[in-house]
């Protein structure tokens, strides 16, 4: 590398650690500034404190992300609510008393997939169309197949495929054959 030199022949030594610090700024700042440009282009938004419905025995913790679907919000925690409402008639209360779910809405009119996290703390994802319709809502199944998730016991995903979790599992179906 050459060298810069000053006017009486000597080199001077660049010092880089301030061209760095200023390099990490700049960078840090245009990638902020591209993430926000972008958010507000595609809509997403998240109403990270979210609404909580009642259904009976459980507490629902409802948060959106992006735009709100044409059927409006009211339709969306109706399904939710008679979504519970199957779950908990199959195994007579519902799996657990609270879980969150957070609903990603994108482009498109039909439902997405889901997946269910028991462990730290319940939560369950889906995706939806933002235009999706009544009828399409009405006939879905996803959260309800969600909700199920819900009563298999919690454990680290750590554990999954373990001996011990197949001994949880094992416990569990033979303790809800001898209940039947």
Do not use: C
Not at 25 to 34: E, P, Q, R, T
Not at 137 to 163: F, Y
Request: without cysteine; hydrophobic residues 40%; charged residues 20%.
């Amino acid at each position: 590398m050459r060298w810069l030199r000053a006017a009486d022949g000597r080199p001077l030594g660049v010092n880089r650690a301030p061209w760095s610090a200023i390099w990490l700024i700049l960078s840090a700042s245009v990638l902020l500034l591209v993430t926000l440009v972008l958010s507000r282009k595609t809509g997403a938004s998240e109403n990270s404190a979210g609404h909580v419905l009642t259904a009976r025995n459980a507490t629902i913790t409802v948060t959106s992300r992006g735009p709100t679907p044409d059927v409006g919000q009211a339709s969306v925690d109706e399904w939710v609510v008679r979504s519970a409402a199957i779950v908990r008639g199959y195994f007579d209360e519902f799996p657990v008393p609270a879980v969150t779910l957070r609903i990603t809405t994108g482009d498109g009119g039909a439902m997405g997939s889901g997946k269910t996290y028991g462990y730290p703390q319940p939560r369950i994802e889906v995706t939806m169309g933002e235009h999706i319709s009544l009828a399409a809502l009405s006939d879905d199944w996803v959260l309800v197949h969600e909700m199920t998730h819900l009563s298999l016991p919690a454990m680290p995903r750590s554990t999954i495929g373990s001996p011990r979790a197949s001994r949880s599992m094992w416990r569990v179906s033979h303790a809800r054959r001898r209940a039947t």
